[in-house]
């Protein structure tokens, strides 16, 4: 046995073969680097641990009669692999058994008699036992504590057998299942579809692999957390995609349309005049839309839509002139507002019948000569007046 201290305060670590007992903490070497040591903390400990095996090459098999203290007999009740003492463990008392349930080197007979222990705590330790034999694996899928079950439930690979009895167990072993990186058979899927409870299908929803039809039906669930769980994955679709770009939930529909993601095709749906006017508007609003749908949609009937498409900041010239030629002053109003615009669109712009639009143009800051002219003589008050505050009218007649 090697003892030493890591941390400024004392925190005794207890080495007996490969355990370690760290202050409450009970581990294999292997797995030091789950407690958050810093490196120098976990290099004293290895260090030991080396000295430790060197001095003591078959200490893991040696029978131990004394104990210094409780941190030295926890460490031998895990590294032992001495039939002797595991049998002392086996036969002593519940603390001590469910150390002993977690002990990697038991044979199948001393994991028979765990699993089979009065005390649930020994057999929820024994189902977190790495090492537990398939066929007790199978045994314990018939445990009578939902908690032992659950843990039992983390083993892989589980037959179909088992997979079928925890399908049809309490809430938490359902979840448990569901939480698995495991193949489920169509069947499962299908009885955890017609679930009352909203948490098993929002575990399905959350999991890793998920086979197309269930993200389909899962996609028209009633639920909205549900359905925006299905909208969060990583890869969907296209038929979840065009499932859930049409969802009553706002929120839902707006993060799917907006992913980096979403299918060009549907992009294209969704601009033609089968479509409803919202879908077009948010089709608009996606600064990856193809160049020729823009100019589709600035084309559109409804006004709302050309407005959002006057709002991009990749429009063409001969879009740009579509927009500020609009029937609509709404959407002429809005053109106008473009950060750069062709000398042909503000030749138009300066004599439109909308006085909002020409004064709009006269706050710009990329107007020529003739376009302040006509603006400086415009019929409304308001028109002049604000041309006349540009700093253009200045530049152009610095002697007005």
């Not at 370690?20 to 290895?46: A, F, P, T, V």
């Not at 002990?103 to 005390?119: G, P, Q, W």
């Not at 065009?242 to 799917?256: A, F, K, T, W, Y």
Request: proline content about 4%.
């Amino acid at each position: 046995m090697q003892q030493l201290t890591v941390y400024q305060k004392a925190s005794p670590v207890v080495i007996f073969g490969r355990a370690l007992s760290i202050g409450g903490n009970l581990i294999y070497i292997e797995q030091l680097d789950r407690l958050g040591l810093s490196d120098e903390q976990k290099e004293s400990i290895k260090k030991a641990y080396s000295a430790n095996l060197e001095n003591h090459p078959n200490e893991s098999d040696t029978f131990v009669s004394d104990f210094s203290d409780e941190l030295h007999k926890t460490a031998v009740i895990l590294g032992t692999i001495n039939n002797e003492q595991i049998e002392q463990f086996l036969n002593s008392d519940s603390k001590t058994r469910e150390i002993l349930a977690q002990n990697d080197h038991l044979t199948f007979a001393v994991m028979n008699k765990l699993s089979n222990d009065r005390e649930m705590s020994v057999r929820y330790k024994l189902a977190q036992n790495r090492n537990l034999f398939p066929s007790l694996v199978d045994w314990m899928v018939n445990d009578t504590d939902e908690m032992v079950r659950s843990m039992i439930c983390r083993h892989q690979p589980l037959t179909p057998k088992a997979i079928k009895k925890f399908a049809d167990d309490d809430i938490l072993v359902q979840v448990e299942l569901i939480k698995r990186d495991m193949e489920l058979p169509d069947d499962i899927y299908r009885h955890f579809l017609s679930s009352d409870n909203v948490n098993i299908q929002l575990g399905l929803a959350r999991r890793e692999e998920l086979p197309k039809w269930v993200m389909i039906e899962l996609a028209k669930h009633k639920s909205p957390a549900v359905r925006r769980a299905i909208a969060e994955r990583k890869k969907l679709p296209k038929e979840v995609f065009e499932i859930l770009s049409n969802d009553n939930d706002r929120s839902i529909q707006l993060s799917v349309i907006h992913r980096f993601d979403f299918p060009s095709m549907l992009m294209r749906k969704y601009c033609t005049g089968e479509a409803s006017s919202e879908l077009k508007i948010l089709m608009a609003k996606l600064p990856q839309l193809q160049h020729d749908m823009v100019k589709k949609l600035a084309n559109d009937d409804n006004e709302d839509v050309r407005y959002h498409i006057a709002k991009r900041n990749d429009l063409d010239e001969e879009t740009i002139y579509k927009l500020v030629s609009d029937r609509s002053s709404f959407v002429r109003i809005q053109a106008c507002k473009q950060k750069s615009l062709p000398i042909k669109a503000l030749d138009r712009l300066v004599t439109d019948a909308c006085t909002e639009v020409r004064r709009l143009t006269a706050e710009r800051n990329d107007l020529r000569v003739p376009h302040v002219d006509k603006l400086i003589t415009d019929y409304d008050r308001d028109v002049k007046w604000t041309m006349r505050k540009n700093p253009l009218f200045e530049k152009y007649y610095p002697d007005f």
